[in-house]
């Protein structure tokens, strides 16, 4: 084993300092004990390797593991700085989002700190390298509450950011200061215009053109993304080591054409790769392929013979100096772990397939008819094209399932087509460019040329996404029994009962239903056979348009008809709740209403139903929106209402209700968005502490699990 080892280290010499480098930046981030063990095997490798390679090796581990140690310093010195106040300059660094924007800091008293910065609507006018005069106050990034959302807070981390800051006022004092970074906007947003003439830009298929060319993601558009990313051919839409090489071959081509000497031509293409990186935002795989075609390039000019594997390590070292954070982005895993199985893995999948350009050994070659070789030579094509796809198939299925939750067979077959009309919609956009500026009507005509190949693109991923078995999905609420109550604010609420069918108890308001709500319930494979709506409170029915929009539920149960209902849910599944009214979930669980209040008028929360889950034996009182008057009518009712757990929501405008309605209740638990004042012994869990909380049952009882922290067991 240690002479294979030793014999894959003078083989690949690079590959040692890159795995010390590796080692080194995950150290520095967060010292994890895998972490030196990967430093240990690194250095010992280079000490049985090559002369002088330990020396080498230690030299990068240091350097790589000291610059990433420097910056997260720098980085996150500012958070001392939660809840203080500042006046301060920044130059925006990104695109307006939203309301938001991405900034650095032009103070050196903030160390020239990169912060994401809330402005309000007039977000959306600014440019990157507008200077602005910013005041407000700095807070740490908002935490993710519940499963399967963005990670905010985690992925502004790995860009360099380690606070928000909330402006109390703004101006823009200097508007796009000229820099590298502008430029690269600009020529993007040339490009863009370019590559949009003749064609509706708001259609489908210029979503794809432009996301295909330039790596900008649709917006509006989650069918067209779950068609490509199910496939398999998501690949396509992100800035990779494809495009950036296919741009280069497209420019060594013309070059070469024009007669331009061999040392001309690969240093116009190496800089043509690398300012189509930055323009296409610089991402980790665009840059990881701009590095190593420039190595290949230069070795291949200078008649140094080419390995992959030293080629690949050679990129991960200068990726991570120039930014230690790309390591633990899914992007750059992503991209080395496919070019890895290529170069590993290649001439295995090669014996694979080798009968796919099979040459019957009784007939010479120099006997081929001219139909014979061209056969022979899209055979090889063939064969090429499914050994790349099969080796990075295998080197990005587990990325893709631990990242994303998803594996994907079907893009070993179709990578083919899709990865040849992605090369003629590059082409295209590249003689519309071209030909564009000079003759108008031709480049529109090129571009509604390529909106076809879009179309046909889309046809295709939509058609292998729908084919039996072409990708399996992580889906661990498809099956058992659990209740997941989500942490909201502003007193929305939604619950999802995964018990039988799958039924959801209110909906949230639309914003938190599509960002909080709606990605764990489909990430996570939920079933919702019914939805029950509490009363007429928009930060309770909110989300019913989107949530109609991704499920089909055969019931909607309402304790409170509200104007606007009907708009949204066909009134044959329109239910209105009864007094003592009992819907089966399960053969022993089912939901009971408790109508407690016969007011007509008035706010919405004093109609609010309140709901008993009986769940197996275990009963959990959902009290919703009700205030003090729910407390004093159960109080004075002989209603059995006993139950082992309360959630509650709060009521809009009254005082809680407090230890009477728990004593009453005999309740252990009781989960909210925040404690509440009590004298008794009741567990109390805080949903803005905890995050979403899940129950489950337990062998004598149940056990709540919070997203973000918190476990208890209620026997």
């Given amino acids: 084993m240690l002479g294979r080892v030793l014999q894959c280290s003078a ?59 420097s910056r997260l310093e720098k980085q996150n010195s500012i958070e001392r700085e939660y809840g203080s106040w500042w006046e301060f300059e920044a130059v925006v660094e990104q ?12 103070d050196d008293e903030l160390a020239r700190a990169r912060l994401r910065v809330w402005l309000g609507p007039r977000a959306h006018s600014l440019e990157v390298g507008d ?12 935490e993710r509450l519940n499963p399967q959302t963005f990670p905010e807070k985690t992925w502004l981390y790995r860009q360099g950011v380690s606070a928000a800051f909330v402006a109390q006022s703004w101006e823009e004092t200097q508007h796009s200061v000229w820099s590298l970074k502008r430029t690269a906007v600009e020529v993007r947003d040339w490009l863009k215009q370019r590559l949009l003439m003749g064609v509706d830009p708001n259609s489908v298929d210029s979503k794809i053109i432009v996301a295909m060319a330039l790596g900008e993601r649709p917006v509006d558009a989650q069918e067209l993304l779950d068609a490509y990313r199910l496939s398999g051919a998501i690949h396509v839409f992100a800035v990779s080591g494809l495009h950036v090489m296919m741009v280069g071959g497209m420019v060594a081509f013309i070059l070469k054409m024009l007669g331009m000497p061999r ?44 390995v992959l594997v030293n080629s690949i390590a050679v990129g991960v070292v200068v990726a991570l100096l120039i930014d230690g954070h790309m390591l633990f982005r899914p992007g750059f895993q992503l991209s080395f772990a496919v070019l890895l199985a290529i170069a590993l893995l290649g001439e295995v999948f090669g014996r694979v397939f080798h009968w796919v350009s099979y040459m019957d050994p009784f007939l010479p070659r120099s006997l081929y008819t001219r139909v014979q070789e061209l056969w022979l030579i899209w055979r090889r094509k063939i064969q090429a094209g499914l050994v790349v796809a099969s080796s990075a198939w295998v080197g990005s299925s587990p990325f893709t399932f631990f990242h994303f939750g998803v594996v994907t067979p079907m893009s070993i077959i179709v990578s083919l087509p899709v990865v040849a009309l992605l090369y003629c919609s590059l082409c295209l956009g590249a003689l519309s460019i071209v030909l564009g500026v000079l003759w108008s009507p031709l480049g529109e005509a090129l ?40 942490a909201l604010e502003d007193g929305a609420s939604a619950t999802y009962l995964g018990i039988g069918g799958g039924v959801m108890l209110d909906l949230a308001d639309e914003r938190q239903f599509r960002r909080e709500v709606l990605p764990s319930l489909v990430k996570n494979g939920a079933r919702i056979d019914s939805v029950i709506l509490s009363h007429g409170d928009y930060r309770h029915i909110g989300g019913s348009a989107v949530l109609m929009g991704n499920y089909a539920p055969k019931q909607i149960l309402v304790g409170d008809r509200s104007r606007g209902l009907n708009d949204v849910f066909s009134t044959q599944i329109l239910t209105t709740a009864e007094a003592g009214g009992k819907y089966a979930l399960s053969q022993e669980s089912y939901v009971e209403v408790i109508l407690w209040s016969d007011r007509v008028e008035g706010v919405a929360d004093d109609r609010c139903p309140v709901f008993m889950l009986h769940w197996n034996g275990k009963r959990v009182l959902f009290l919703q929106d009700v205030g003090y008057r729910f407390e004093n009518w159960l109080l004075a009712s002989e209603q059995d209402l006993a139950a082992d757990v309360i959630v509650w ?33 009741v567990t109390q869990i805080e949903l803005q502490q905890s995050g979403a909380i899940e129950i489950k049952e337990a062998e004598q009882g149940l056990s709540a699990e919070g997203f973000r922290k918190g476990h208890w067991e209620l026997d």
């Fill in 263 to 306: 040392w001309a031509w690969v240093s116009l293409v190496i800089i043509s790769m690398l300012f189509y990186a930055l323009v296409t935002g610089l991402r980790p795989p665009a840059l990881r392929a701009a590095v190593m075609g420039a190595i290949l390039l230069g070795a291949w000019v200078v008649g140094r013979k080419v």
């Fill in 649 to 681: 929501s709060g009521h809009s405008k009254d005082e809680l209700w407090g230890d009477d309605l728990i004593q009453k209740v005999q309740a252990r638990w009781v989960i909210g968005p925040k404690a509440l004042s009590t004298k008794l012994a």
């Fill in 11 to 69: 083989r690949f010499p690079i590959l040692g300092p890159a795995l010390a480098v590796i080692a080194a930046v995950g150290i520095a981030d967060n010292g994890f004990w895998g972490w030196w063990f990967l430093l240990s095997f690194s250095l010992v490798v280079a000490f049985f390797g090559r002369r002088n390679l330990l020396g080498f090796t230690l030299c990068f581990a240091l350097l790589g593991g000291g610059l990433h140690w």
């Fill in 447 to 486: 571009n509604v040329v390529n909106s076809k190949v879009a179309a046909s693109s889309h046809v295709l991923v939509d058609f292998a996404s729908k084919v039996p078995a072409s990708h399996f999905k992580s889906a661990p609420w498809s099956h058992g029994e659990r209740v997941v109550i989500y």
């Fill in 131 to 142: 200077v602005l005069s910013l005041r407000g106050r700095i807070v740490e990034p908002r």
């Fill in 95 to 106: 695109d307006p989002t939203g309301q938001s924007v991405l900034v650095r800091s032009l």
